[in-house]
Nanobody
Framework: QVQLVESGGGLVQAGGSLRLSCATS????MGWFRQAPGKEREFVAA???????????EYADSVKGRFTISRDKAKNTVYLQMNSLKPEDSAVYYC???????????????WGQGTQVTVSS
């Protein structure tokens, strides 16, 4: 059973930054998703496993230029650096691993429990 352990959520003022972390027990492409109250879960960012130092990342248009996804292969950990946060970024953020197809979709094998991010105005 693959486990995903998320951390780093919290409360921050608009314009601030947070970094989310997600550790996993295997080597997978991984992604971050979010779900706000009353809304559907949506894609945020994803990164492939890649060979050596080669990898590919994708971002939702709403976070391009503000969020950066990265990974530490030695630690099997993926990070989401979130800068210039806005109130509309408030949501539960989920980490996922094992994409079944394109990484910018919700079709992943494994999901974390989620971590709350709240951005105050």
């Amino acid at each position: 059973q693959v486990q995903l352990v998320e951390s780093g959520g919290g409360l921050v003022q608009a314009g601030g930054s947070l970094r989310l972390s997600c550790a996993t027990s295997g080597r997978y492409g991984m992604g971050w998703f979010r779900q706000a109250p009353g809304k559907e879960r949506e894609f945020v960012a994803a990164i492939t496993w890649g060979a050596g130092r080669t990898y590919y990342a994708e971002y939702a248009d709403s976070v391009k230029g503000r969020f950066t996804i990265s990974r530490d292969k030695a630690k099997n950990t993926v990070y989401l650096q979130m800068n210039s946060l806005k109130p509309e970024d408030s949501a539960v953020y989920y980490c996922a691993a094992g994409p079944r197809g394109p990484i910018a979709t919700l079709d992943y094998d494994y999901w974390g429990q989620g971590t709350q991010v709240t951005v105050s105005s």
